[in-house]
């Protein structure tokens, strides 16, 4: 991957975000909004390909595996170099073709409480969340390291058989297709440089193959396996949202991150809600959503159903993509059964 314009990244430091060649782009919300990319034929757009069968295996790689090898990431990750990480970029290059998403039983995975639908409010382009609730302390700032360069996305906590599953971007642990991150660590409730519940390390990371091997944003999801702290899973300390697969489009939805580029600064929990639309502009199958969050939000959550008085609701996506020629609004993949199979093996790993 080589250098792209500048972006600003936490505390006002000039970053060189990453970006991959090509006459056709769109900027993932890793990119401070700032320092997008010009982009080029965007009129027509790809053309997507048939769907992938559902049930292929992820791409996992493991991280710090050992008690020792953990240790080691939570030292990494000073202060000083959690300002300093910079939003991590990627863009589709004129050789993308989105493949259609694979669909089938709606489905939802229960989180550690239950909630109750809200009615729609006001649509928001995006500030502070204000409201508390479980989802200030599900949602977290995600940390690593790829390339020696030490990045920042967001992430959320979601229920799984291992207690230990958290929910991001697929360019966020993959370079799509390239290297895995190293260094991974997620800090649920991060807020002004604190982490109240602590900071968890990954033993192992997993995208589809879609993400790993073709960079196809239809499928730019990644989960994060991570390893117990001081003898206790990560559910068993914030709780997990519910997960969805299959849902309905054209639905109220709220999503939720970390943007560090103007006018947010990466240091509190932020979000945008509106109405779910389809990308009419690029031929991808996610789903779009008016806002003006910025780099640093990646891999935030997107829920459907949400309930702002508890803080509770069904994630359907994660914050992915926008393109240059479209200011706010921001693109998400669509949770197909491709990434529910990705999700359902992923939820499965042990980890001690």
């Excluded at 690593?144 to 697929?170: E, F, I, Q, R």
């Excluded at 991974?184 to 589809?208: K, L």
């Excluded at 993509?321 to 529910?340: A, D, M, R």
Aim: proline share 7%; hydrophobic share 35%; aromatic share 10%.
């Amino acid at each position: 991957m080589s250098p792209g314009r500048p972006a600003i990244a936490l505390g006002e430091h000039p970053a060189e975000p990453l970006s991959k060649t090509g006459s056709r782009f769109a900027v993932p919300i890793a990119a401070a909004v700032g320092g997008l990319v010009t982009a080029a034929g965007l009129l027509a757009g790809p053309q997507a390909t048939a769907a992938p069968a559902p049930h292929q295996n992820p791409v996992a790689h493991q991280l710090a595996t050992t008690q020792q090898a953990r240790a080691k990431v939570r030292d990494y990750w000073t202060p000083q170099r959690m300002e300093h990480a910079k939003p991590l970029t990627d863009a589709p290059g004129s050789s993308w073709r989105p493949t259609k998403v694979a669909t089938g039983k709606a489905t939802v995975i229960k989180g550690s409480a239950a909630h109750k639908k809200s009615p729609k409010s006001a649509s928001s382009l995006g500030g502070p969340w204000s409201g508390g609730g479980k989802v200030v302390q599900t949602t977290g700032k995600v940390f690593m390291t790829l390339d020696g360069v030490d990045y920042v996305c967001s992430g959320s906590v979601v229920p799984a058989a291992n207690k230990s599953l958290v929910t991001t971007a697929g360019h966020c642990v993959n370079e799509g297709p390239g290297d895995f991150v190293t260094n991974f660590e997620f800090v649920p409730g991060y807020s002004n440089g604190q982490a109240p519940y602590g900071e968890w390390s990954a033993a192992e990371v997993g995208t589809t193959q879609q993400w790993a091997q073709q960079g196809d944003f239809n499928y730019d999801v990644g989960f994060a396996v991570v390893a117990p702290l001081n003898g206790t899973y990560l559910t068993d300390a914030v709780g997990s949202q519910n997960i969805g697969f299959n849902q309905a489009r054209g639905q109220q939805a709220y999503a939720f991150g970390y943007p560090a580029g103007s006018p947010y600064n990466g240091q509190t929990l932020d979000y945008a809600s509106g109405v779910t639309g389809n990308d009419t502009l690029g031929g991808s199958d996610d789903l779009s959503l008016k806002t003006n969050l910025t780099g640093g939000c990646s891999g935030g959550p997107w829920f459907q159903g949400f309930d702002e008085s508890t803080g509770t609701g069904t994630q359907v996506s994660v914050n992915s993509f926008g393109y240059t020629s479209q200011p706010n609004v921001l693109y998400g993949p669509y949770f197909g059964s491709v990434i529910q199979n990705t999700y359902n093996q992923l939820q499965n790993e042990q980890v001690d």
